[in-house]
């Protein structure tokens, strides 16, 4: 079945938060800030690990540094960040820890759990209608992550399952053709690209700098498009 593999993800970042909503308060506070420091230092070695693979870092750096302009120019997070409120005005009942916490834990999860190589590799396989066993392990990991996340920001976290199916379902949507435009030299700057904003991500969570991570954004599909002008 065609897009299994997102909804398998979708449903396991709603159990995931929903559990870290129910058990939150019982996690120690010193806890939950180690968990999630671990969480974000194992975040920086995954970006590094797919950052290092590329061939020439000019694709990524001028790709992820236009892209950046752009993103600044839209107001990407600005955007998303006001969905984000408007979803804690709609649904939350004032439980956790406020509208900050709300939109914190949908934004930042959005971005980890939509960012990354499994992401594009897994939409690939899951419009092929296969056992989608590359969501299934992104699923999984996004799953126990969304424990972690919701006990700290709260039902916010939940509602990144939504971000989760939109992206994942459109990319799943047109898997087969994204296949067919990348070739391995763009699919090795894309991913190194994203290791780049994955980097971030972690530093984030690690609360050493803020980085607006959705601004990135476009720096992800303008880096293959360099590689296919220029690369020789």
Avoid: W
């Amino acid at each position: 079945m065609r897009g299994l593999g997102t909804l398998i993800n979708t449903a396991l970042v709603i159990a995931g938060s929903g559990l870290g909503v129910l058990v939150g308060d019982r996690i120690p506070e010193r806890m939950r800030t180690t968990l999630l420091q671990v969480i974000g230092l194992v975040t920086i070695a995954l970006g590094v690990s797919d950052a290092i693979e590329t061939r020439n870092m000019v694709f990524p750096l001028v790709g992820m540094a236009v892209g950046a302009l752009i993103g600044e120019a839209l107001r990407i997070e600005d955007r998303i960040e006001a969905f984000g409120s408007f979803l804690q005005r709609r649904f939350d009942r004032g439980t956790h820890d406020g509208e900050k916490s709300f939109v914190k834990g949908f934004v930042t999860a959005s971005a980890l759990y939509c960012i990354g190589p499994l992401t594009v590799l897994g939409a690939i396989e899951d419009a092929t209608g296969d056992t989608p066993q590359l969501y299934i392990i992104k699923g999984l990991l996004d799953g126990f992550v969304s424990i972690m996340f919701a006990a700290t920001y709260g039902i916010g976290v939940a509602f990144s399952a939504i971000s989760v199916f939109v992206v994942q379902g459109s990319l799943t949507l047109g898997g087969t053709g994204l296949d067919a435009a990348l070739d391995d030299r763009m699919r090795t700057e894309l991913f190194a690209a994203g290791g780049l904003a994955v980097i971030g991500i972690g530093l984030n969570l690690l609360q050493i700098t803020k980085i607006r991570l959705a601004n990135l954004l476009p720096g992800l599909v303008l880096t293959p498009v360099l590689v296919a002008i220029f690369a020789v």
